[in-house]
């Protein structure tokens, strides 16, 4: 019999979401584990470790270690949750920290510009309450996050919680400096095109400064995504900018269409209609962070909370609220409404894997229940 001693490591935790789970934070990984692993990881997470004296079954110990979950070496405690997250559970929480940005992107949702910012201690309260239901992943947004006028307090408490840190910017703050003091594990920055088209959207001269920023960060042991919308002067650049973004090892890579929202409202004409840009959505690769649900329209585990403590369903519901963030986190989640897909018009065999695409792209129709019209031109394109 096997008489290791076992510990929880530094990179997984235990969740209790609509089943148990154990997560590797690092990998972004979730594993349904059933009620008896769970008891026995649990009795990893005290810091004293665990002898396998009730698990005989050394393969899953073996799998356990090649997959980052347990250590045979001494390990601090870990979180043991207290109790089951709410159903639906809240995985994945963006964080507008501020709306101070040094840009102004001419497709920015946020539109006018202003230096509302979330207040440090509210944005603790908002850590520890995601950490009490489960939260597997906080989007770190703004405006440009950098620019929060405590990011170094902020910085320094993201140590203190089991979660996944993603830091999104434009990158052009990103130096070794900060690099070297960044408490996160995943920054992503936003490319949207290659030179011209990327610096018509955000500006001469960003071009060279993000994409040296992504190059940077991939030589440093944060993992590297990137996100592209699509618009009217980058349909060239995509197969390059493919080739480019695996070339530097970005794990994921998002592409999307921009609504017309905020700035993009006195710029409607750089978004290509459906039959142009739909097809520029089958580019990207990796997971994506908004993760859907079986059965339910997008952002079944997901939640916004604005830099002015407004929370909604994502944040381009931020006009349709479902509370301030000062009622509490779960407070605010529980009131989110989760449409199933049955309550769509799409008549479709992608439905399943599309879920209806963007819900509110598709409501900008007028019809809440239509299809999202980029989605299916993408669709439609691969049959
Ligand atoms: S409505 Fe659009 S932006 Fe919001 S969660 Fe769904 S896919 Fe994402
Ligand atoms: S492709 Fe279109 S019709 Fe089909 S599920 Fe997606 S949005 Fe609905």
């Known amino acids: 019999m096997n008489k290791k001693k076992y510990f929880i490591s530094e990179e997984a935790s235990l969740k209790w979401l609509e089943s148990h789970c154990i997560y590797n934070i690092f990998s972004d990984e979730l594993y349904e584990i059933d009620d008896s692993a769970f008891e026995f990881f649990k009795s990893c997470a005290s810091g004293n470790g665990c002898n396998s004296c009730n698990i005989s079954d050394v393969e899953f110990l073996k799998f356990s270690v090649e997959e980052g979950l347990l250590s045979k070496s001494r390990k601090a405690p870990r979180k043991i949750p207290s109790r089951q997250s709410p159903v639906p559970s809240l995985r994945y929480l963006e964080l507008q920290i501020t709306n101070r940005c040094n840009l102004s992107c001419r497709h920015c949702y946020i539109g006018k510009k ?147 929202a905020g700035f993009l409202k006195d710029n409607p004409d750089i978004v290509p209609p459906p039959d142009v840009a739909g097809k520029y959505l089958r580019y990207g690769f990796g997971e994506g962070l908004h993760g859907g649900g079986a059965g339910y329209v997008c952002g079944l585990h997901l939640m916004s909370v604005m830099a002015d403590g407004r929370a909604a369903k994502c944040s381009f519901y931020s006009e349709d609220p479902v509370g301030h963030i000062g009622e509490g986190l779960e407070i605010c989640w529980k009131r989110v409404e989760h449409a199933p897909l049955s309550d769509l018009d799409c008549n479709c065999a992608h439905l399943d894997t599309c879920r209806g695409g963007c819900r509110y792209r598709a409501s900008l129709s007028g019809n809440a229940r239509s299809g999202d019209p980029y989605r299916c031109a993408a669709f439609l394109g691969s049959d």
């Open 114 to 260: 202003s230096t509302v910012e979330l207040d440090i201690d509210a944005i603790r309260k908002i850590m520890n309450e995601f950490e009490e239901i489960q939260g597997l992943r906080l989007l770190i947004t703004g405006g440009e996050p950098l620019l929060y006028s405590r990011f170094d307090e902020l910085n320094s408490m993201l140590h203190d919680y089991e979660f996944r840190k993603i830091l999104f910017t434009n990158g052009l703050l990103l130096d070794s400096e900060i690099l070297g003091k960044l408490n996160v594990n995943e920054i992503q920055i936003s490319i949207d095109g290659l030179n011209e088209a990327h610096d018509f959207i955000r500006g001469k001269g960003t071009y060279e400064k993000s994409i040296e920023a992504v190059k940077m960060v991939a030589g440093t042991s944060f993992q590297v995504s990137v996100s592209t919308m699509v618009h009217t002067r980058n349909l060239n650049d995509f197969d390059e900018m493919g080739r480019i973004f695996s070339e530097i090892g970005v794990r994921d890579w998002s592409v999307d269409v921009p609504c017309i």
